[in-house]
């Protein structure tokens, strides 16, 4: 057998994170950072760290409640990433897309739907996010713009949305790195879990602003409303905050810069220092950038990605 070899985009949340894992929808992107896995066939599996195990017995766990009839062959594997690790840019989700993409075509010989990879990817992701909500898997595999809502474990709605980001948008955002989160994503999840169960209905209603206005942002890009937009980039991130997911530092930046324009966390966030990266909306993109770079502050342009996970050999 010939190697293999998948790649799968990473995601930025436009709204919704947080939300999505209480079954409020969330608006995502798929962006032109990419991580791909190569397989090639071996006498002798050769893991590169602890977890991959665990994520291999996830892609077998799968086959056998599918039935399907499998092969388990021995393999080693090269990683290649573009995407920032631990930043809330879905890293963790393409390498899951990726790796079920590759053994389940591995192991029975031959190619799966998009549909199917996706439901043994968010299964794996269940490794990294205990209670992962299956959005970040989702844009991983389908790419493009994705409008995606969990009710149940057995009712989701995946939707790619038929229009693209206005190109207007696009060139006034920028990703601005506000540096890597103490806490994984699963464990901010976790801890607005038990902000929640202190304060339901407190933070019930944080969680229905916040689906109003993913649902704004929607319509402002459908509308092409560029000051509907900033509005609602600016309500997001105050929801955000009240659920304790921004760091102090994070919110001192965003002050900082502000009157370049306006940001939100994008991502699970980070309390005790830093948040991960800003999705960053400008009027003046050059201004800032300079800004930036004078602060030593890291960036790169936001740039949606309308190829999923794809098949490169």
């Known amino acids: ?24 929808p969330a608006i995502v992107c798929a962006i032109d950072k990419r991580l791909s896995i190569t397989f090639v066939p071996s006498k002798k599996t050769i893991y590169q760290d602890e977890i991959f195990p665990q994520l291999e017995k996830s892609v077998v766990h799968f086959l056998k409640i599918r039935k399907e009839t499998y092969k388990k062959m021995a393999y ?22 990726v790796i079920s993409a590759g053994l389940l075509e591995l ?45 149940f474990e057995f009712l989701k709605t995946i939707s ?41 209905e407190k933070v019930e209603k944080t969680m229905n602003d916040i689906e109003k ?50 940001g939100k966390i994008t991502g699970g966030g980070g309390k005790n220092n830093s948040s991960g990266y800003i999705l960053f909306y400008s009027d003046n993109l050059e201004k800032c950038k300079k800004e930036l770079i004078k602060r030593s502050i890291s960036f790169m342009p936001f740039v949606p990605s309308y190829r999923g996970l794809i098949k490169e050999l």
């Open 1 to 24: 057998m010939k190697q293999i070899r998948y790649s799968a985009p990473g995601k930025v949340i436009l709204s919704g994170e947080h939300a999505v894992v209480y079954g409020k």
């Open 76 to 97: 080693i594997y090269f990683v290649e990433s573009t995407i920032p690790i631990g930043r809330g840019l879905g890293s963790s989700a393409a390498y899951c897309a």
């Open 107 to 151: 192991f029975t010989g031959k190619e799966w739907k998009k549909e199917e990879i996706n439901i043994c990817a968010y299964q794996m992701e269940k490794y990294f996010h205990k209670n992962a909500s299956g959005v970040d898997t989702s844009t991983s595999i389908m790419g493009g713009l994705i409008y995606y809502r969990k009710e």
């Open 160 to 200: 790619s949305l038929s229009f693209t980001i206005p190109k207007q948008f696009v060139n006034s955002l920028l990703l601005i790195d506000s540096g890597k989160p103490e806490e994984t994503t699963g464990e901010m999840v976790q801890n607005v879990g038990i902000l929640y169960n202190k304060e339901s």
């Open 213 to 262: 206005t993913t649902k704004r942002i929607v319509l402002s890009m459908m509308k092409e409303d560029p000051s509907f937009f900033e509005e609602n980039i600016i309500n997001n991130q105050l929801l955000l905050e009240k659920i304790g997911v921004v760091s102090n530092s994070t919110k001192k930046l965003l002050f900082q810069i502000k009157k370049y324009g306006v």
